[in-house]
């Protein structure tokens, strides 16, 4: 049987959106291969190694990750407050060395995690016959290529999720990204048109940047692989007797902000319709749900940060589900695909107008959309109140969804795998150009 290696940033038990979109392509390609994935360790008491649902999960800590780890540790347990403030001293210290040894390089990429996965690939007790690297991290994409430099027998297919030289996010300054942004755009060059690239699976973020690049392998579009049909648990969570909202996810005051929603929830709940929007997550905007839960308790309710099967039981006995558009357009969350496959209807509170999951939900049968500039005037929250009213009750069969996004179904994105594992003895340098 051949062997496949995803490389993610965090795998399970502790997900992160890109680990939740490859262990649902790995479980469509269970009996066709022999399934690994090397990851950083979320927490510091996950094993090195284990096997997982029939995969095997090898984990490794960045020497950036110990080191700050351990500094934390020894504040946590220092006995006096002198010593505790001398040790986060010393860990703040950490951070700002590494931030200024990101800022001063030539390019967005750290050079150690790039180690840390080859030297995991290495140590493998064979040659994997397909790697497939998710980006975030390129520094997976950037050891793929180089492991298979020293191994001429493997290929590899990356799969495009995050954007790399035009993230939003990932270079922390503007002015750092556009310093190196020729410079990044040449590493995504590189390793989408390598001998060993098989072929490239991008979402639709990535569409304008694969369809600018020359002489990369054959180039597939999909989308986040999270429509699975999973049983619900419809248990009576909530109160019965008015409209229940549910958001559950990150919130961040870079990355996504709630305030427009909550004031939106606000507005919302009437007497002759009650409507309550609640909140599970993290992050430290959570805060400002806290407040408003306190403030508004007729219409908001914090929850906090809750298990995975508590999330999933909320998600269940939700009228309808909230999803909140990032401030970086450049990349589709993938939150919007596992609310479109539990069939509820969806309320889409957009940032801006070029938000790319108001393009998805104009095929969605229930969903309504608004954007930040105008969701607030009387006549959207009029609108907003009359759709939930027509849509809450309503569902749409999981096979309508999977025929409107075929290419969400991890299944679609395994076939292509599978495609290029059966034909991984033929050179990938034989494989036609773009």
Known sequence: MKRVVALVRNYKPYNSA??????????????????????????PEEEAYEVVDGEHVLRF????????????????RAKSALT??????????????????????????QKKLVDCYLDALRSLPFVPDLLVPTCMPVEALIACRRFCEENPGTVYVPLLFDRFADSGTLHR?????RLKYRRNQQIEQEVLGDDACARVLYVESWQGRIASMEGIAPASLIEHPLLVKRGLERAPVFDGGVVNLVYAGTLTWAARNPSCTLEIARLLSCQDLPIVLHVYGAGDAMRAVAECA???????????????????????????????????????????????????????IAKTADDPVIEVLSRYP????????????SAEIERIRYYIR??????????????LFETALPSYAAGLLRDCLDASGVAASSVERR
């Open 18 to 43: 890109v680990g939740i979109c490859v262990g649902n392509v790995l479980e469509c390609m269970r009996g066709h291969a022999d399934l690994w994935v090397v990851c950083e360790k979320s927490r």
């Open 61 to 76: 800590r960045s020497p950036q990750t110990r080191r700050r780890a351990g500094l934390a540790e020894k504040a946590k």
């Open 84 to 109: 505790r403030g001398l040790w986060r001293v010393a860990y703040e210290g950490v951070r700002a060395a590494y931030n200024i040894q990101f800022l001063s390089s030539r390019q967005s990429v």
């Open 173 to 177: 300054l503007a002015f750092n990204k």
């Open 294 to 348: 306190g403030r508004y308790p007729h219409a908001v309710k914090h929850h906090g940060s809750v298990t995975a099967e508590e999330a999933s039981r909320a998600i269940g006995a939700a009228d309808v589900l909230v999803s909140i558009g990032n401030s970086d357009t450049a990349q589709t969350p993938s939150k919007v695909f596992e609310y479109m496959a539990t069939g509820k209807p969806i309320l889409h």
């Open 366 to 377: 229930l969903a309504v959309t608004a954007v930040e500039d105008t969701a607030l005037s």
């Open 390 to 403: 027509e849509y809450k009750g309503k569902a749409v069969p999981f096979e309508e969804v999977a025929r």
